[in-house]
């Protein structure tokens, strides 16, 4: 299956993968790029937008559990993000810290925070409608992510 033909499905478990893979990238680079700043507060939620960027990595692409090593309490915790109501959980509470993020002193970090929140909208639609969770091919597919749950 394409990636075409995988939005085509209005799985919106898929639609939230894709733009967990943009919300990780937007947390590492702008989680760089605030790092460098004099305010201390700002750099705090640097820090944590770069954790959440390596977090939302493992939650995605299930294939770096197997293959990089990690402590077995870590790969317990990402296991549990499984369902599409948790990963709408987890990603919340990264949106709500990088809303957060605002309160000392508006950064770019808000472009994080929206994507952030958009995918856990998403994951929660997914779940409301009951969609089953479906892994996109392109980032290791479903085979990949059940034999590693």
Request: positive net charge; hydrophobic residues 60%.
């Amino acid at each position: 299956m394409t990636l075409k033909e995988e939005f085509a499905t209005r799985n919106f478990s898929i639609y939230g993968q894709w733009l967990g893979i943009l919300g990780m990238i937007l947390c590492f680079a702008l989680g760089i790029a605030n790092i460098f700043t004099f305010y201390i507060f700002i750099i705090i939620f640097a820090i944590l937008a770069l954790v959440s960027a390596f977090v939302i990595l493992f939650i995605e692409v299930p294939l770096l559990l197997r293959i990089c090593p990690t402590s077995s309490g870590f790969d317990a915790a990402i296991r549990r993000v499984s369902t599409n109501y948790m990963r709408a959980g987890a990603y919340g509470v990264m949106a709500i810290v990088q809303w957060l993020s605002i309160i000392p002193r508006a950064t770019s970090l808000i472009a994080a925070a929206v994507i952030l929140t958009i995918t856990s909208i998403c994951y929660l639609l997914a779940g409301i409608k009951g969609q089953a969770f479906v892994g996109s091919k392109t980032l290791g597919g479903a085979g990949v992510a059940q034999m590693i749950v």
